[in-house]
């Protein structure tokens, strides 16, 4: 019996044009692609960083987002997006992390009318603008040079 989770070319294979050879003959004679493509670990990280994280991507369907105020949280090659209707009624996808410590803003999609993170409650709007950082409110900006004092 065959274990389908086994690999069975060397990972370095998955990215030469000579593994695909026989995939791009006329239709009659082509085979499908090799079975790594379907079960490999390795052959699906080389797909999130060659393919998933450089195109277009479908992760979700239109009546997730249709009211303004839904934000669909979704994963994209190993990323964690939100995807949100704004109040203008457009779309908008961001990486679902905090700009000041890289926290996770959302765990489920929701309909909300801003986003507040769980660390330091820094607060964005829907467009993706950072709306305030409560507890740094007692700094101020003073130069051009992104100083605080």
């Not at 050879?21 to 790594?36: C, E, F, G, N, Y």
């Not at 990486?95 to 820094?122: D, F, M, Q, T």
Request: charged fraction near 25%; charge should be positive; glycine fraction near 4%.
């Amino acid at each position: 019996m065959t274990n389908f989770n086994t690999q069975r070319l060397p990972t370095e294979s998955f990215t030469q044009p000579e593994t695909y050879h026989k995939i791009r003959l006329p239709v009659d004679q082509a085979s499908t692609l090799i079975p790594d493509a379907y079960t490999s670990d390795d052959f699906f990280a080389i797909e999130k960083e060659k393919i998933f994280a450089k195109s277009w991507v479908a992760v979700g369907c239109l009546q997730q987002v249709s009211k303004k105020g839904d934000i669909l949280v979704t994963e994209v090659a190993g990323r964690s997006i939100i995807v949100i209707r704004s109040n203008e009624d457009k779309l908008r996808a961001f990486y679902n992390v905090c700009r000041n410590r890289g926290s996770k803003l959302l765990k489920e999609s929701c309909n909300i009318k801003s986003i507040r993170c769980p660390y330091h409650a820094w607060v964005y709007g829907l467009d993706g603008k950072c709306l305030g950082t409560p507890m740094f409110q007692k700094e101020k900006y003073v130069s051009k040079k992104k100083k605080f004092t």
